[in-house]
């Protein structure tokens, strides 16, 4: 986690939301960083929507690659 003032603070802001979440994509986040990021999920609908469009495109791009066929080329 950054060593900030904005990380000492009970909920983090938007902002932190969205590093945590783009962090979550490549690696598990520890627990203080689970329970921050869910207290603030539980009251801003605007991250909770921004969350669950990284998780549906993060799961669109692996299925793509695990159903053996190659995404279609756009034509000079």
Do not use: Y
């Amino acid at each position: 986690m950054r060593d900030s003032p904005r990380s000492n603070r009970l909920l983090p802001d938007c902002e932190e939301i969205h590093h945590l979440t783009m962090k979550a994509m490549d690696r598990p986040l520890g627990w203080t960083e689970r329970v921050r990021m869910r207290g603030h999920l539980l009251i801003c609908a605007a991250c909770t929507r921004f969350d669950a469009q990284m998780r549906l495109m993060r799961s669109a791009m692996h299925r793509m690659g695990q159903d053996g066929e190659e995404p279609p080329r756009s034509r000079p």
